[in-house]
Each structure stands twice: as structure tokens, then as C-alpha cells.
């Protein structure tokens, strides 16, 4: 399938990136089993597309493993040091389909149930963040989630990202009449993380 793409110099990942509580880094052959048992839970996928059986989770960490491969980055494991070597996982990714807002690279994440609610996304989403719009040269990044999916979007506007009802858009790779079809965007700009990020640590 061919679809407009961002056309970024590629530059190798660094290995790591770490922040006060968590840390993202490349994937392991053991996360495979962390991230079968997180898109088998029904409480995890309750506003996405299901992944079926093991294959299919497996086919997603192979995409996952080739995207850092062909474009130096992509969706990191989120580890929290002394808790969990496998929590989850966020990063960037290219849109992989035509859409009025493409092309354009976005932020996604998952994690396991037990880990919701303490702040661990937020926090490896700016780490992921701060590389996109340093390293990568972004100028913006994008997030797309179902109306219905509230804890993501809480997330978004944590990150300093807005939403404007008028960019609201039925998804093409979700079948029509689905009831995940239907999406909100939200966008952040380099200079409304940069600003997000100084309120964050001036407690604004
Ligand atoms: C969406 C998802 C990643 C959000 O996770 P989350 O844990 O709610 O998000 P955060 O890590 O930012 O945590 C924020 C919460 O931690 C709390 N928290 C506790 N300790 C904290 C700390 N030290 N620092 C910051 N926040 C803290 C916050 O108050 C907030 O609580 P609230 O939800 O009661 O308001 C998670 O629900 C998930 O994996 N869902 C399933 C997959 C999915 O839908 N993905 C998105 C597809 S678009």
C-alpha cells in the first residue's frame, strides 16, 4: 500500500532514552510475551482494533521492529527501572494511510492495566516527544484516538496537545459502520511542547 510520507534524513535511535521514572528502550525477544498478554487483555483493547491470537500480536511487534529498522525511530518499550522490565509501549510512527492530515508522523501508546494511573505514559511520552522534535527535526506530531477513549485523550492534553472538533474523521483501515471508526486528532507543535514542558517543570 503506498501512502504520503514524511520524508525524514534517517538517523540511527539512540539506544535509551531515560526520564525520571522510566525508561524506553529497543525491543527484546521476551517483550513478545508482555505485549501478547496486554492485547489479549479485553480492558486494554476496549477502543481498539483487536489483535486476535499470538500471530497477530507477534505480526505487530515484527512492524514495530521494522519501522525503528527502515526509519530510526518508532514505538519504544517503556520499562520502568525496579518495577517492570515491560510495562508497554509509545513512540512515533508514520501515518500509514492517505488522510487530510497526511502526511504526518504520530504518537501512540499501550499499556498494561496494572500500570494505569500512574503517570509512567505522560512521562515516556515527552521522552519520546523531546527526540521527535530534537533528533527527528519535527515541527509537529499528531495523535488519534475514538471519542470514547477518554484516558488517551487525558493523556493528549497533558501533553500540551489540542483538538479541533472540525479535523474529527471516520479512520480508512477501520471497515465502515465499524463502531471504532469514527476518530478525534489532536496535534501538538514543537512550540506548544516546548512551552508545555516549561509549565510542567515551573509547576505553571
Ligand atoms: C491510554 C493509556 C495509555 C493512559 O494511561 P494512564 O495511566 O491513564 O496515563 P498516564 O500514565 O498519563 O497516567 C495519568 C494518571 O496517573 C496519575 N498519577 C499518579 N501518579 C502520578 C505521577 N507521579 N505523575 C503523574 N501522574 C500520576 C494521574 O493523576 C492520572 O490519574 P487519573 O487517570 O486518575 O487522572 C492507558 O489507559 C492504556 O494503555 N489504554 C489502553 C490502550 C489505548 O487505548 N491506547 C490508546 C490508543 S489511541
Known sequence: MSFPMLD???SPPPEDLAGPRVRLRQWRPEDREGL???QADPVVMEHLMPVPDRAASDAVADRITRHFAEHGFGLWVIEVP???PFIGYTGLVHVPYAAAFTPA???GWRIQKRFWGRGYVTEAARLSLRDG???LGLAEVIALTVPANARSQAVMRRLNMTHDPRENFDHPLVPAGHRLRRHVLYRLTRAAFEGGAEEAA???
Open 133 to 135: 522534535f530534537g533528533r
Open 202 to 204: 515551573t509547576g505553571g
Open 36 to 38: 501478547a498478554a496486554m
Open 105 to 107: 508522523v504520530e504518537i
Open 8 to 10: 525524514l534524513p534517517y
Open 82 to 84: 525496579g518495577v517492570a
